[in-house]
């Protein structure tokens, strides 16, 4: 019993994780049709950006802020300077951000090397909490990270349902060419998106390296499994992230707890189910 | 097509024939030019094919091809050095078990479309990874299967380099034929069909869905064929052949040499390997795998057509500088701000042809 709800809880760490990293990729997806590859890249600098912040400065809650901004801007950067160009074209802007993703890596290579990276929490957050059931004692980082993706999903649904900019933004999702007509500046929209969208991904960065290593490879690891997040929740669909998260969360570690070797297959079965059921995911609409 | 050019066309493809044969000859320092670069160059160029020839005639665009070059690779390993399987066994019903896993994975793959296919194509080569990683019992996880013996036949060995050459060589023209000629036959002609209007051969009787599960398949064993190859070119097989990075190699190969012809593969193939090479033996200071992404980045935003194409595409961009030139001449001369409309409508017409001409598969 006390196992099931241990793994059931690294599931539910995990899937928040998921969650951050496919929640960015999804709502830019959403909003520009942009496939953006480099994601997990953004993911691992977030991470590295946040050790040397606190590193130098000792201040955790800096390096969370730092990392965010600074991902957040090299998203818009990459956005403004390499794909708008070239954004009716979705399959090469796909491409393109693949050729930024191994740039990025191998500069992140270059100035990390290839040693495992791990973020000390804050004092407050370490230690374990008896959850009171079973006599489990769980770290209480990975419940602060669990509490993080709700309330950060929690914000993105209140953020898009409820204020005018999320409603444009839905609109946008819609119908794009609609929204520009009618006197919306859908460059600045766009802006914005790929902004909050990166710097979800470097958030997700600088918190999952407190949990989990960040190393050459992390990358790759959360590029991999935000995909199938958003191929089996449906692109575009927030909500669809969450879902897709939460179910390749708990499977992969309960897999990962009692068939070891089998977990990426399982993972991978999950897909195929989703996908040979509904193509286009569980939340997401025909294409 | 004038008697006089198609001569010429003729007269090239002979000079290429003689150049490839002479090639292992002729060069110097035939380790560097005719392994490092030639036969990997022709191993690469056949799974870059398969990508190629899946992309321009079906119009997906597929990152999985090194699963089944995988696939092939490691059947061939796992069969002859852990269960003494003779190769002239081994090698057929690997690259066999390779084309069933590509059909396999076609059934699933080919329900999407556009970069939802290529998402689906890259989980699946990165899933290939992590299950050869973990599988460790028979793959011997990141260690991997060394010491493959090379095969001989008629008295040759595949160790000696010039008998691999040609090998290869002969390889790379088999599979360039077949695949040319798989898009001449009427499921050839059906496939192109499919790809610029799938509702319109649905209509007319076609299985859209068959078709396409076939095109993967076929594609699927063309990259098995260059994955027995190449362990034999490696004399290895581990997980780190078959990540994300070689994965892209493939990708970038194709688009390098022009993602919209089949001798684009061969071609990308080579180039690509040169500028590794080059880049590895510190002739270019930048390091291989940030050369390779700018590069790759490069030629996607301005050389859309890839090396095949650079003639066109560089008489293009003269065109157009030209054409700015005399507009910016002739705006001094007048002291006019507004441009002739005529110029613009002209200009922006050739600019949309061009793009048109170059679209990467939706």
């Known amino acids: ?157 209140l953020f898009m349902s409820r204020t005018r900019f999320g409603m444009i933004i839905r609109a946008g999702v819609d119908d794009r060419d609609m929204v520009a007509a009618t006197g919306i500046n859908v460059r600045a929209v766009f802006a914005v998106v790929f902004f909050v ?91 | 097509m004038t008697w006089a050019r198609a001569n010429v066309r003729i007269l090239v493809a002979i000079l290429i024939v003689i ?67 003779p190769y002239s066994i081994s090698i057929p019903v690997a690259i066999a078990l390779a084309t069933v896993v590509g059909a396999l994975v076609g059934l699933i793959a080919v329900r999407t479309q556009g970069v939802y296919f290529l998402m689906l ?57 077949l695949a040319w000629y798989a898009t001449r036959t009427p499921f050839g002609l059906a496939l192109q069909g499919i790809r610029d209007s799938p509702e319109r051969m649905r209509a007319l009787g076609y299985n859209v869905y068959l078709h396409r599960v076939a095109a993967f398949t076929f594609a699927s064993f063309i990259a098995a064929v260059s994955g027995a190859l190449a362990l034999f070119y490696h004399g290895r097989i581990t997980p780190g052949a078959i990540d994300l990075i070689r994965s892209i190699d493939v990708l970038i190969v194709s688009v390098l040499g022009g993602i919209h012809s089949l001798a684009g593969a061969f071609i990308g193939a080579l180039g690509l390997t040169t500028l590794q090479n080059f880049a590895q033996e510190g002739y270019i200071q930048v390091r291989r795998i940030t050369l390779t992404g700018v590069v790759f980045v490069a030629v996607l935003l301005f050389f859309r057509g890839g090396i095949v194409d650079l003639p066109n595409q560089l008489r293009e961009y003269r065109r157009s500088a030209s054409r700015q030139w005399a507009r910016f001449r002739s705006r001094k001369h007048d002291g006019r701000t507004d441009r002739p409309s005529g110029a613009d409508v002209s200009d922006s017409a050739g600019g949309a042809d061009g793009r048109d001409r170059q679209q990467l598969p939706r």
């Open chain 2, 121 to 177: 194509t890259l989980a699946t080569s990165q899933l290939a990874f992590y299950l050869v990683l973990n599988a460790a019992s028979v793959t011997r996880g990141y260690v991997g299967i060394g010491n493959i013996d090379r095969p001989e036949f008629l008295g040759l060995s595949m160790s000696d380099r010039n008998v691999f050459y040609f090998v290869a060589l002969a390889l790379a023209a088999a599979v360039s034929a």
């Open chain 1, 197 to 287: 969208g990166s710097a979800l991904a470097g958030l997700a960065g600088a918190v999952g390296g407190g949990a989990f290593s960040l190393a050459p490879g992390t990358d790759v690891e959360y590029l991999l499994y935000s995909l199938i997040v958003v191929i089996v929740g449906g692109m575009g669909s927030v909500a669809g992230a969450a879902i897709g998260a939460l179910l390749v969360g708990l499977v992969s570690q309960f897999a990962l707890g009692y068939l070891p070797a089998m977990a990426s297959v399982m993972t991978f079965a999950l897909m195929i189910v989703v996908l040979a059921v509904r193509p286009q995911g569980l939340m997401g609409r025909p294409a």
């Open chain 1, 1 to 157: 019993m006390g196992q099931v709800i241990t793994i059931g809880l690294n599931g539910l760490t995990v899937a928040a994780l998921y969650f951050l990293v496919a929640s960015g990729l999804t709502l830019i997806f959403g909003m520009m049709r942009v496939v953006n590859l480099a994601h997990g890249a953004f993911y691992l600098l977030g991470g590295y950006v946040a050790f040397s912040v606190m590193d130098s400065t000792d201040s955790w809650g800096l390096g969370l802020a730092v990392a965010l901004l600074t991902v957040g801007l090299l998203g818009v950067l990459m956005h403004q300077v390499l794909l708008r160009a070239i954004e009716q074209e979705d399959m090469r802007v796909a491409l393109v951000t693949i050729g930024v993703s191994l740039v990025l890596a191998d500069q992140m290579l270059v100035q990390y090397g290839g040693v495992a990276y791990s973020i000390a929490p804050p004092e407050a957050l370490r230690g374990g909490v008896d959850i009171g059931v079973a006599d489990i004692v769980y770290p209480r980082y990975r419940i602060f990270v669990l509490v993080l993706a709700v309330a950060v999903g929690l914000a993105l649904w």
């Open chain 2, 19 to 85: 150049a490839l044969v002479a090639f292992p000859f002729v060069v110097p320092r035939p380790q560097f030019w005719v392994v490092s670069v030639g036969i990997r160059s022709l191993w690469l160029g056949i799974v870059a094919l398969s990508l190629i020839w899946l992309s321009r005639y079906t119009g997906m665009l597929s990152l999985g091809q090194m699963t089944f070059w995988a696939v092939a690779g490691y059947g061939v390993a796992i069969m002859s050095t852990q269960n003494g399987v």
